[in-house]
């Protein structure tokens, strides 16, 4: 996959739990682990819209291209 989503990087810099996302953005616990993970295969935008307005970031902050030849699995 090329596009990383850092998820856990943004809730670490906030000292937030993934709890605390789930419960201010309104998605389970679950799904946000499927983001974190790498394996969700689409993200709404409304979901990103409301993940970056409680973490207080830009899409980019949570969103990173790449290159699949460089990706890390």
Known sequence: MAIIINIDVMLAK???????????????????SVLKNGKAKAI???TLDSICKALQCQPGDILEYVDDGQAAE
């Open 14 to 32: 906030r000292k937030m739990s993934v709890t605390e996302l789930s419960e201010r953005v309104g998605i389970t616990m679950a799904n946000i």
């Open 44 to 46: 709404k935008i409304s």
